[in-house]
Nanobody, 125 residues
Framework: QVQPKESGGGLVQAGGSLMLSCAASGRTTIVYAMAWFRRAPGKDREFVAA????????VYADSVKGRFTISRDNNENTAYLQMDSLNPEDTAVYYCTAGVVNTIHLSEGFFYNYWGKGIQVNVSS
């Protein structure tokens, strides 16, 4: 079992930045692919960004490409999501997830095994 835990959320003005962290505890002898998803009020969960277990490849949703950066530190079992140029449409609960996921499925939540409880990000206009 692996338990991801998010931190770093909060309130920021449009145009500002936030960095989310995801610390994975538990069975960390296996290095998992990690990803961020989000759920905005009244909307379905959507993919944001993902990174392979080695960190050699990343995938982004079109809506965040060029503004968000996902990275990881395998020594610390932690993934990060640097969010720049935030806008009110980025307001959502952000979820970190981990799993043994084939590269072609990195953007698909179905293939991830372990999910954090989520953290709120609010962007004011």
């Amino acid at each position: 079992q692996v338990q991801p835990k998010e931190s770093g959320g909060g309130l920021v003005q449009a145009g500002g930045s936030l960095m989310l962290s995801c610390a994975a505890s538990g069975r960390t002898t296996i290095v998992y692919a990690m990803a961020w998803f989000r759920r905005a009020p009244g909307k379905d969960r959507e993919f944001v960004a993902a990174i392979t277990s080695s960190g050699s490849a990343t995938v982004y949703a079109d809506s965040v490409k060029g503004r968000f950066t996902i990275s990881r530190d395998n020594n610390e079992n932690t993934a990060y999501l640097q969010m720049d140029s935030l806008n009110p449409e980025d307001t959502a609960v952000y979820y970190c997830t981990a799993g043994v996921v084939n590269t072609i499925h990195l953007s698909e939540g179905f293939f991830y095994n372990y999910w954090g409880k989520g953290i709120q990000v609010n962007v004011s206009s």
